[in-house]
C-alpha cells in the first residue's frame, strides 16, 4: 500500500460543489478535450452518489480492433477539488484488474495509440492546475470518509469521483 500523498487527503475532506458553475467547468473541458483530440465525448452531469462529472472519451474503435474487448475511458474531474482520474473499462468483462474485475483498468493495458490519446488530455489538463489521482490509490481508504450511499467507509475513487459507475 503507498502512502497516500497530501493533496489526496486533504481534498477528501472538502464538500462536493453541486453548482452550475462547476458543471458549466466541465462542459468547457469537454469541449476543449474535443478539440484538442478530434474525438467525440460525453460530459455526464450527473452527480447522484458522485462527487464529479466525467467526460467518456469515443475511441471509435481506435481501442482495439477485436470485438473481445470493447474500453470505455472517461476522466473523472472530482467537485471537491482540482483533481482528476482515468477510469477504464472493459465493457466485455473479458479484461480484468487485480481484484478480477473489469474495471478499472490500468492504463498500460491499453493500445499505444490509445495510451497517447490519454496522455494527450492528460497533460492538457495537468496545464489547466489539475492533478491525477493515479491509479495505485483509487482502492486505498479515504481516512474518515464513508459513502453517501450506504454509510460503509469509502474508498479514495468514492470519496472524490464516483460511488456508483
Known sequence: MKNIPEFISEA????????????????????????????????????????????????????????????EVRFYISSKADLFFIYINDKTGKTKNHHVISHPLPTSILPEAVQGIILKIKNFLIERSYREVAYDFYDQEAVDCLTQMDGLRANIFEALFAEIV
Not at 472538502?14 to 469537454?30: G, R, T
Not at 483530440?37 to 471509435?60: F, G, R, T, V, W
Open 12 to 71: 477528501v475532506k472538502n464538500e462536493p460543489d453541486y453548482s452550475k458553475s462547476f458543471s458549466q467547468k466541465v462542459a468547457a473541458l469537454a469541449q476543449d478535450i474535443k478539440e484538442l483530440s478530434n474525438l467525440e465525448n460525453i460530459h455526464s452531469e450527473s452527480m447522484d452518489y458522485c462527487p464529479a462529472q466525467y467526460i467518456e472519451i469515443k475511441l471509435n474503435n481506435q481501442a482495439s480492433n477485436s470485438p473481445r474487448v470493447n474500453f
